[in-house]
Structure formats: structure tokens, C-alpha cells
């Protein structure tokens, strides 16, 4: 009984490729190619501007006009500390300045006076010198009060701060009624324009990273944007055996916020590797898998162990395939041609 099995089953072998034509199933070759080989690890986000505005006057904190979280456009009033000080010292430096031009001008004057005489040989020329002594020091004076006038506006500018760019805040040191002094933290805040992400790199990868400078990074949304430079710092942490490398990100990217974590892909090269569509992968629970049809149309339900995905299209195999083989476009079709296939096997068995 086992012998006429066995011869019955070989005399069916050659029907059960049938089944892949039958179904109509559409094949691809699997093919091998050079593809990027890529390194992927964890990177921070963060802001290329981060700051804390401090004062540079003192005076009294009398508004604050923006709290933690709110967006800041720049050039926008920040804070406002009272004036008092800076408008009398302004209102002294004006007058200052009015008493300087004065005594120069009547200096200007005396001295023409004083050499038109000399000239004519009326004064000794001792005069002329003085003359154009007190000239230079009513000159001497006139900028100097110059000076004190620009430092006087430039100080009641200080009670006036503004954002240097637009941004969000993210923290407030101060409250209305404090005395602010010069240096004294008033806000802190960060800009989401212009966004970096900051990578610890281990040591054996920097030297093919320097070479090829090419990284990506994948946004919250699962797409994947180019860095648009890439900085390596030239020294190593000597506890972790990492470098330091940050990847700087294209302007005003939506939904990407410092602080948050994201995968960063390091371009080091090329690397040959089996190539597949995408759609010819089957996912079956934690089953990863396909079906491959052989030279005589017999289909083999096949686990493989994929890379990542090389374009919309197309995702690389590590392991369960060989180059040359055929696997099944269709999964769904596969599976039903399979089950046929068994079926007809298991009859042949009997």
C-alpha cells in the first residue's frame, strides 16, 4: 500500500504546479542589489535658539506681557520695569548736552575773535593759545555729554524688553513688583524655527559617517526628512566611547517640539542585499513571510526575516531567501493556490 502511495504521488508531482498557473498568480523575481546600509539610533531634539533674557538696567518690574507656553512673535514687548531712574538721568543728559553745545559755541566764537586779532598783531600770541585751548575742551565736553546722552536712551531702551525672535516661552523668573537688577534672569524661551537633533554616535561609525555626511530623521508622522547639515563635535565622551553629532533639520517643521525623541538613519555606506516588492510580504500574526514558487509551479509558504524598507516599493530580506527565486505578488491568491496544492498532496498520501 505504502509503494502505490508513493507511486501515486509521483505521478501527481507534476500536476501540483499547475496550481500557480491555474490561480493566475503574478511573480517577482528576488533579486540582489546594492543597497544604503544604514545605521539607525536615538536622537534629541532640540532648538538652535534657546535663550534667557536677563536685565540690563534696574527698576522695578511694572508689566510682564507673556507667560510659559504662549508664542512670541519677534520684536514683541516682553517686560516693562519702570522708568523713573532712566527718564531723570535722560532728562539730565539733554541738559547736559544743551550746556556743552553752548560753551562750545561761544567757544568757536571767542577763538575766531582771538586769531582775527592776532592776525592783525593786536593780541600776544599766548592769547591765540589759550584761546584755542579752551576751544579743545569745550569740544572735549560737548562729546562727552554726546556719549552720556546715548548711554541715558540706550538705558531707558533697557526697561523695555523685547523678544529677539520669535518663539515660545518656557519659563518666567520674575513677577510684577520685583526689583530687577542688571543680570538678573527675567525669561526664558525657545525658537521652533530652526530645530536640530542632537545624536550620541558610537566611536566605530564616525569615521564612515565623516566620509559620507548623509543622515535623516523621522518625524512623529513616520516620514522621513534629509538633514540638511551635519556636525560632528571632534572629540569623544571618553565614559560612553560616543561622539557627539548633531544633524541639522530643515525650517519650521509642524508637530516636532525639544525635548522629543526620534530615530536618526546614518548613511555608511553600500552593502549587496536580497531585494523584494513590498507587496509579496504575507504578515501572519507575529509571522513574517512569503510564498515562493519554484521552476515547476509548486508554491512553498516561506519565513523570512526582512530589513527595512528601501523606497514605497520595495524592502530588503536578511535571511529566508536566495537570489533567483520567484515569490508570489499576490499573497492573498498564493494562500488559496496553496491550499489547494495541500489538498492535492494530501489526497496523493492516501
Avoid at 92 to 97: F, I, N, S, V
Avoid at 226 to 238: E, G, M, N
Avoid at 305 to 313: F, S
Amino acid at each position: 500500500m505504502k509503494t502505490r502511495s508513493l507511486i501515486l504521488l509521483f505521478l501527481l508531482l507534476p500536476g501540483l504546479g499547475l496550481q500557480a498557473r491555474e490561480a493566475g498568480l503574478e511573480t517577482a523575481e528576488v533579486r540582489q542589489v546594492r543597497v544604503p546600509r544604514v545605521f539607525r539610533l536615538d536622537g534629541v531634539v532640540e532648538a538652535v535658539n534657546q535663550s534667557t533674557i536677563s536685565a540690563q538696567t534696574r527698576g522695578q518690574v511694572e508689566a510682564i506681557y507673556y507667560d510659559v507656553d504662549d508664542v512670541v512673535e519677534k520684536g514683541a514687548l516682553l517686560v516693562k520695569l519702570k522708568d523713573t531712574e532712566q527718564q531723570a538721568a535722560l532728562k539730565r543728559a539733554e541738559a547736559d548736552l544743551r550746556a556743552a553745545q553752548a560753551v562750545l559755541k561761544d567757544a568757536q566764537a571767542n577763538y575766531r575773535r582771538v586769531k582775527d586779532l592776532f592776525n592783525r598783531r593786536l593780541v600776544a600770541k599766548s592769547k591765540l593759545d589759550s584761546a584755542q585751548a579752551n576751544l579743545k575742551t569745550a569740544r572735549a565736553r560737548f562729546d562727552s555729554a554726546q556719549a552720556a546722552l546715548a548711554q541715558a536712551r540706550e538705558q531707558l531702551s533697557y526697561t523695555r524688553v523685547t523678544a529677539p525672535y520669535t518663539g515660545i516661552v518656557t519659563k518666567r523668573h520674575v513677577q510684577v513688583g520685583e526689583i530687577a537688577h542688571p543680570g538678573a534672569p527675567l525669561m526664558s524661551g525657545v525658537s521652533l524655527e530652526q530645530l536640530r537633533v542632537s545624536v550620541d554616535v558610537p566611536q566605530s561609525l564616525i569615521l564612515p559617517i565623516r566620509h559620507k555626511r548623509k543622515a535623516g530623521v523621522e518625524l512623529p508622522d513616520g516620514r522621513w526628512i534629509q538633514a540638511r547639515k551635519i556636525t560632528i563635535f571632534p572629540f569623544a565622551d571618553p565614559s560612553a566611547n560616543t561622539f557627539k553629532v548633531r544633524l541639522e533639520l530643515p525650517p519650521k517643521i509642524d508637530n516636532l517640539f525639544p525635548g522629543m525623541l526620534v530615530k536618526c538613519a546614518f548613511h555608511t555606506g553600500k552593502v549587496p542585499a536580497l531585494v523584494i516588492p513590498a507587496q509579496a510580504v504575507a504578515y501572519r500574526s507575529e509571522v513574517t513571510a512569503v510564498y515562493v514558487v519554484d521552476e515547476d509551479g509548486v508554491i512553498h509558504f516561506r519565513h523570512v526575516r526582512l530589513g527595512g524598507p528601501l523606497d514605497d516599493e520595495h524592502v530588503a530580506v536578511l535571511a529566508g531567501l536566495q537570489d533567483g527565486e520567484r515569490v508570489a505578488l499576490d499573497p492573498v491568491k498564493a494562500g488559496v493556490a496553496l491550499k489547494r496544492q495541500r489538498t492535492a498532496e494530501a489526497v496523493a498520501h492516501e
